[in-house]
């Protein structure tokens, strides 16, 4: 027999402000379609206009040679199931981009979890 969830995940439809940024997840390999349905080599807008929560989760200084630059792992929280493959980015509105390292679904399955990698020069 199946115990019912801690938190009933409609409850995160209460909180209006734990989603505050917008995502859109690309495939960078993948192919777009023209206004004629011609594909286009280039970037895929995989999912368009997703509400996220972005939180820090770590990060490091890497040096190389002369240059050095930061690297710093978030955490992506999307309600809801998706299915989001590593390799592809993560554009987030007013934030900038992040490589997806990983992608994983809560216990409650009702949110996406996506650690990613951004880089500041």
Known sequence: MRRPPIIDPRMYAMLPDLYPQIVTIINPDGDSVD????????????????????????????????????????????????????GWFADVEDDGKYAILLSEQDSQRSQTRIRAEGREI
């Open 35 to 86: 206004e004629w349905g011609q594909p286009i080599k280039g970037e895929e807008v995989i999912f368009e206009g997703l509400e996220c929560n972005v939180a820090p989760a770590g990060g490091d200084e890497v040096r190389n040679g002369s240059t050095s630059y930061g690297l710093h792992t978030h955490m992506i929280t999307i309600p809801g199931l998706y299915d989001i493959q590593a």
